[in-house]
């Protein structure tokens, strides 16, 4: 699997994410730089800068003459991260749907993507889709410090693995629950759209209301 050496970082830095959340490598386990880089066919500087990000996002962590292992995400990091999800998306709904009021294009596409990736039980796709669909959201408030806390606290990590935890038989009721999302922000009903999010959110997330 050659690299190329632009983006040899990025691309090191997605696939050990995408194994970490899909549970190649376990809650412990050592990543060896050397291994990876002879793997993926490329030298071990560009490994150690995307252990250096993965360290930033609290994925992995690294200790002198240990090395660098996966982290373990506790269900109280999940549950704290959510709530303050919650709060901020709620206040997201709020700014943002006066600029989405009968302009809701852009979220009807993000989910019909995911409503076909909860049917088809594709977690992968259904994440990607669904945090691009919030994401959009919160930027529609126009609020650019909003965005940059909200994009802090929703890691993809922290995400996916919420939702790793939430079984097949659920992910269709999870995409379905959006919906109504949708019709509040084409109407341009802030109040309600905010705590549908917040809602959403703390059922979904393993949070009580």
């Not at 490598?25 to 990000?53: C, D, M, W």
């Not at 269709?172 to 759209?193: N, Q, S, T, Y």
Request: glycine residues 4%; neutral net charge; hydrophobic residues 40%.
């Amino acid at each position: 699997m050659a690299l190329s050496r632009a983006s040899a970082r990025d691309q090191i830095k997605q696939i050990l994410l995408e194994r970490i959340l899909n549970g190649y490598y376990k809650p412990g386990e050592r990543l060896i730089e050397l291994h990876i880089a002879n793997e993926l066919q490329t030298s071990q500087a560009p490994v150690r800068e995307a252990f250096r990000f993965l360290e930033a996002m609290r994925v992995v962590e690294t200790e002198t003459y240990k090395g660098t292992r996966v982290r373990a995400i506790s269900q109280k990091e999940l549950e704290d991260s959510s709530q303050i999800r919650a709060a901020l998306e709620e206040l997201a709904g709020q700014l943002a749907a006066p600029n989405l009021k009968d302009n809701v294009k852009r979220l009807e596409d993000q989910s019909r993507k995911f409503l076909k990736a909860a049917q088809e039980k594709d977690h992968t796709k259904y994440s990607q889709h669904d945090i691009e669909f919030h994401r959009i959201i919160v930027e529609e408030s126009k609020n650019q410090l909003l965005l940059n806390i909200w994009e802090s606290v929703v890691l993809e990590s922290r995400f996916r693995l919420t939702l790793n935890r939430i079984g097949d038989d659920q992910l269709e009721d999870f995409a379905e629950a959006h919906l109504p999302v949708i019709d509040a922000l084409r109407k341009g009903d802030g109040k309600g759209a905010g705590k549908l999010l917040k809602n959403l959110i703390c059922k979904f997330h393993f949070m009580d209301k």
